[in-house]
């Protein structure tokens, strides 16, 4: 049970516990354990368990209460259901009615089982690693462990409800249960690192084929300088003749081998590849960009920044692509300690938003803005900065305002 209070509160005051604190509160844990029961035995459990929360919340009382409060309701409901299809799966309803000693081993059994579905959930559906079918796989495998152990044990209690071996098993399950957690924990922490480094990886062939770019745009300007006495000398014997329409070839021939790819200076070659690669995508598909950057430099980490933009970008590139004349503008600026990312685009539809998710009547889809959406809100969040979207018909606009101090 404090197990599954740890891990309860270290997720609603979204911090980490010590190990000195948790070796603290296991070891009042387990000299109240050892304390005979009586009839106030859950009055005294709850006066417990708020004062442990009291203590890891640095001693605020009103955190405290509703933290203990959600954490009442959250594992008697999930003990209820537990126990309800428990039953139903091992047959046992009036066996649970009739022994008292089966029906308590029973009853921590499935806060056991609560506690472990709770800390999967918070794994699987909490954690920014990517969902595979290695984590349903070992989802399924702590499971079926849970509810083989709790079978022995029951089982025992119930053929040999005065045998040693009850202990053993029960010590088991406890043991085992720990390990399969801790190797869950290790084991979402393996792939995080892996998705990271993939990460890193792709951020680094960007930088590489945008510094490519960068030299051949070199290139070219230095070989337009060579050239530029020939070049004028062929303008002006073009304008002696009058031909127009042949200084206005010439140029433009001249302007197409400077436009393989636009130069973006943001302060962090990152974040110029990254935009640079979007703009790239978003001509191909014949949508009208205007980048806009003007900002002394970026002090906010690669993932964070490529997730907001990244994100941002792709959604703005996905809506403009659905008009006839799609267009994006693209901004950052830097005011005060603050730096404003502005991405406005073109969008066809009509938009109903609910709860922050953006709706298209469209076909009945799902926005393109709705996509990603969510991840990036959260780093925005984490980097305790601030997002607003507003829309209008066949305009839709994202802006964040994100602390960037030197």
């Known amino acids: 049970m404090v197990l599954f209070l740890f891990r309860f509160s270290e997720n609603n005051m979204h911090t980490v516990f010590s190990i000195k604190r948790k070796i603290i509160v296991f070891t009042l844990a387990s000299l109240y354990s050892i304390v005979p029961l009586s009839r106030f035995d859950l009055i005294i459990s709850n006066v417990f368990f708020l004062l442990t929360l009291y203590y890891l919340s640095d001693f605020n009382l009103k955190q405290s209460i509703i933290i203990l409060i959600k954490f009442e309701i959250l594992l008697h409901i999930a003990s209820a259901i537990i126990c309800f299809l428990h039953s139903l799966l091992f047959s046992d309803a009036q066996l649970l009615y009739d022994n008292v000693i089966y029906q308590d081993y029973k009853s921590i059994l499935v806060e056991i089982i609560a506690y472990v579905v709770y800390c999967l959930y918070c794994n699987l559906f909490k954690s920014n690693t990517i969902k595979n079918m290695y984590l349903l796989l070992f989802n399924i495998t702590i499971l079926g462990i849970c509810l083989l152990l709790s079978y022995i044990t029951l089982y025992i209690c119930y053929s040999l409800p005065k045998s040693y071996m009850l202990s053993a098993i029960f010590a088991i399950i406890f043991v085992l249960i720990i390990i399969c957690i801790s190797l869950y924990d290790k084991f979402l922490a393996v792939i995080?690192?892996?998705t990271n480094y993939r990460f890193k990886l792709e951020l680094d062939k960007m930088e590489q084929v945008y510094s490519a770019q960068l030299d051949d745009k070199l290139n070219q300007l230095h070989s337009l300088r060579h050239d530029m006495k020939n070049h004028l000398i062929v303008i002006d014997g073009y304008a002696s003749q009058h031909n127009d329409r042949k200084i206005h070839e010439y140029i433009h021939n001249i302007s197409e081998d400077l436009s393989l790819t636009n130069a973006v200076d943001s302060g962090s070659h990152i974040v110029s590849a990254l935009i640079a690669e979007k703009e790239d995508k978003a001509k191909s598909q014949n949508i009208r960009?205007?980048?806009?950057?003007s900002t002394p430099g970026i002090n906010i980490d690669d993932f964070s920044?490529?997730?907001?933009?990244?994100?941002?970008?792709?959604?703005a590139i996905k809506a403009a692509s659905e008009c006839e004349h799609g267009w994006i503008r693209f901004s950052i600026t830097q005011t005060g300690s603050y730096m404003n990312i502005v991405i406005e685009n073109s969008y066809s539809g009509n938009i109903i938003e609910n709860n922050g998710e953006f709706t298209s009547t469209k076909n009945d889809k799902v926005l393109p803005h709705g996509i990603g959406i969510k991840n990036v809100r959260k780093v925005v969040s984490n980097l305790n900065g601030h997002i607003d979207f507003s829309y209008a018909s066949g305009y839709f606009s994202v802006k964040a305002e994100l602390p960037n101090y030197s």
Do not use: V
């Open 305 to 315: 920044i490529t997730t907001i933009i990244g994100n941002l970008f792709d959604n």
């Open 192 to 194: 995080e690192e892996n």
């Open 289 to 293: 960009c205007e980048i806009n950057i």
